[in-house]
């Protein structure tokens, strides 16, 4: 079992920055495949970013890409999105997610959740 919380959304105006944390604990983190998925009111949860477990490949989607990072601390047990440059359409709960096989983007390719951090952005 791995469990999964993540910190650090709010609210932020256009153009702004956040970082959003992932702490797990239960098996070992440094094995799994971490990825960050958001989910915007009345809309399916797609995948944002992911990281292989020694941050040789990340992942991101074409929306995000060159606005946010993904980045992993395993002696930490934690794994982060720094977001910038931050837009209206960015609002969203995120979820961190973790995935004891390859890489990918599809929902059913993760093992375990967290249960969310909103993120506001004001436009």
């Known amino acids: 079992q791995v469990k999964l919380v993540e910190s650090g959304g709010g609210l932020v105006r256009a153009g702004g920055s956040l970082r959003l944390s992932c702490a797990a604990s239960?098996?070992?983190?440094?094995?799994?495949?971490m990825g960050w998925f958001r989910q915007a009111p009345g809309k399916e949860r797609v995948f944002v970013a992911a990281i292989n477990w020694d941050s040789s490949r990340m992942d991101y989607a074409d929306s995000v890409q060159g606005r946010f990072t993904i980045s992993r601390d395993n002696a930490k047990n934690t794994v982060y999105l720094q977001m910038n440059s931050l837009k209206f359409e960015d609002t969203a709960v995120y979820y961190c997610a973790a995935a004891l096989r390859g890489m990918g983007r599809r929902y059913n390719q993760y093992d375990y959740w967290g249960q969310g951090t909103q993120v506001t952005v004001s436009s």
């Open positions: 239960g098996r070992s983190f440094s094995y799994n495949v």
